[in-house]
């Protein structure tokens, strides 16, 4: 069965540091994965996804991905913060098998402090 | 385009009572699939429906069930409430059915007394 988790429950940062929340999946074959931030009170904003390819993935809002597969990890990056960051971040992993189902991790809160 | 609707917003329902939610697609769309969000457990998928067709269901109770229209529309329902499926229902919409990138309502807010 597919697993994500994300071993975080609260991240903290300074406004202009930089960011890392870690995200480590459990599956067989080679996962879709996603990145999604909610604001409270919001549905879910996709920030970026893998699928294949480049292992470096982009994003919007200044988020990068890193798709490493020798540690089932894929941890979302910012180089340098922003107050309007502060959010809940959740990974999710899919595959061909189901559909459009996504498996999420348990999600990481932002804090922003100035 | 517009993006992906959900009515209503809120609902306060008590227990024993039945709820349908109701969810509009990004135009287009084909596929839309509905998540239960709880501070226990998190985000969890409920189901998922394609051509009006259920392709994926989540470990829920047959209380929980959905439908599909012929233009996209999907409705959930929620028959003989309890007070744990106090939670927020969230739709996504997809071009198809193959891991396409998911676009995610607003949620609906249902609160169960």
């Known amino acids: 069965a597919q697993s994500v988790t994300q071993p975080d429950i609260h991240i903290t940062v300074s406004e202009g540091a930089s960011l890392e929340l870690r995200c480590n999946y459990s599956y067989g074959a080679t996962p879709y994965l996603f990145w999604y931030v909610q604001s409270p009170g919001q549905g879910l904003q996709l920030l970026l996804k893998y699928f294949s390819g480049d292992t470096l993935v982009q994003g919007i809002k200044g988020f990068e991905a890193e798709f490493k597969r020798s540690q089932s990890s894929f941890n979302l990056r910012k180089p340098s913060v922003h107050w309007s960051d502060a959010a809940e971040y959740f990974c999710a992993v899919g595959n061909l098998e189901y559909g459009n189902k996504l498996v999420f991790g348990a999600g990481t809160i932002l804090r922003v402090k100035s | 385009k517009a993006g992906v609707t959900q009515t209503p917003r809120y609902l306060i329902k008590t227990r024993g009572q039945q709820v349908t939610l109701s969810c509009s697609p990004i135009s287009g769309h084909r596929s839309v699939s509905w998540y239960q969000q709880t501070p226990g457990q998190g985000l969890q998928f409920l189901f998922e429906y394609f051509s009006e067709t259920q392709r994926n269901k989540g470990n829920f109770p047959g209380r929980f069930s959905g439908r599909q229209f012929s233009n996209s529309r999907s409705e959930m329902n929620v028959s003989t409430l309890e007070l744990g499926d106090s939670a927020l229902y969230l739709c996504?919409?997809?071009?198809?059915?193959?891991?396409?990138?998911?676009?995610f309502g607003p949620g609906t807010r249902l609160l169960v007394l």
């Open positions: 996504a919409s997809s071009l198809n059915a193959q891991q396409e990138t998911q676009y």
